[in-house]
């Protein structure tokens, strides 16, 4: 009787193997991405994305079905290749793949679950603060003196097209800010919303960074580079929870990528925008 009593105390409690389960299904569906996007290995990739969300479904079918919002995401924008591509129909792969990966889920969401995790509050009655502002002017800062070292010390520039002409300049210019801004609509607005449902603030944060990061290694920003993304994800995921402001996130990914746009052009044309005191 006793050495049954002692067994049942090492027994693990079931809310705890439930949040267990929870919490490896979504952890299955976002680090998938780091095959999809960041390893290039597919179909095998598909194998974590789809066992997530089913072990999802069968612990808490709440979160199994905004795991399916999110692997359906990411599944329309593993159907193209994310290298950098400025021809019109690089222009329109992007284009149509990345509108899709953003528009699929908020429609399912709205008429399939019927809910509303997934906003994009532009306006939010909440005047910026000195702390925002003088946020704003960090980030331009440490961008101006950080980005030419990296774009140019490792030589990712190179990954991104050559830039022959004013017209491939305005292109590479339209191409940053509108990849710039889905990354918003995408990883914050969508993949962090909707698995804030479930879980911290900090585990939601981890777990939407882990996908963002991973397209960002697609698209180009290799080498060391995660070492400046992965910062950058967990930052703007933070500044969302703390501002519920699109408009503010989207401000500071658009500064920073400004000083992007800037440092490639650098590289392809060291006789423009040298003004970088770090570029090597």
């Given at each position: 009787?006793?050495?049954?009593?002692?067994?049942?105390?090492?027994?693990?409690?079931?809310?705890?193997?439930?949040?267990?389960?929870?919490?490896?299904?979504?952890?299955?569906?976002?680090?998938?991405?780091?095959?999809?996007?960041?390893?290039?290995?597919?179909?095998?990739?598909?194998?974590?994305?789809?066992?997530?969300?089913?072990?999802?479904?069968?612990?808490?079918?709440?979160?199994?079905?905004?795991?399916?919002?999110?692997?359906?995401?990411?599944?329309?924008?593993?159907?193209?290749?994310?290298?950098?591509?400025?021809?019109?129909?690089?222009?329109?792969?992007?284009?149509?793949?990345?509108?899709?990966?953003?528009?699929?889920?908020?429609?399912?969401?709205?008429?399939?679950?019927?809910?509303?995790?997934?906003?994009?509050?532009?306006?939010?009655?909440?005047?910026w603060t000195r702390l925002h502002w003088t946020y704003l002017v960090v980030v331009v800062v440490a961008g101006y003196l950080v980005l030419p070292w990296y774009f140019l010390s490792s030589g990712v520039w190179t990954h991104w097209p050559a830039l022959d002409g004013g017209g491939e300049i305005a292109r590479l210019f339209v191409g940053v800010a509108a990849v710039g801004t889905w990354d918003e609509l995408f990883f914050i607005c969508t993949v962090f919303a909707l698995l804030r449902q479930h879980f911290s603030v900090t585990t939601a944060n981890l777990l939407q960074a882990t996908v963002f990061v991973s397209f960002l290694w697609e698209l180009g920003y290799r080498s060391w580079g995660p070492l400046l993304t992965v910062p950058f994800a967990l930052v703007q995921g933070l500044t969302f929870a703390r501002t519920a402001s699109l408009t503010y996130v989207l401000t500071v990914h658009l500064l920073f990528d400004a000083v992007v746009f800037a440092v490639l052009v650098h590289a392809h044309h060291p006789e423009l925008f040298d003004v970088f005191l770090t570029a090597p």
């Open positions: 009787m006793d050495a049954g009593v002692a067994t049942s105390h090492h027994l693990v409690p079931p809310g705890r193997l439930i949040a267990a389960a929870r919490l490896a299904g979504a952890s299955l569906v976002c680090g998938s991405a780091v095959l999809l996007f960041g390893l290039h290995v597919r179909p095998l990739a598909y194998l974590p994305l789809v066992a997530g969300v089913l072990l999802a479904l069968s612990v808490d079918r709440r979160l199994g079905k905004d795991l399916v919002l999110i692997a359906v995401g990411m599944g329309v924008v593993s159907t193209i290749s994310l290298e950098a591509d400025l021809s019109d129909a690089g222009i329109a792969r992007f284009a149509v793949a990345l509108s899709a990966a953003v528009a699929v889920p908020f429609a399912l969401q709205r008429w399939w679950l019927r809910d509303d995790s997934i906003r994009f509050p532009w306006r939010v009655g909440r005047p």
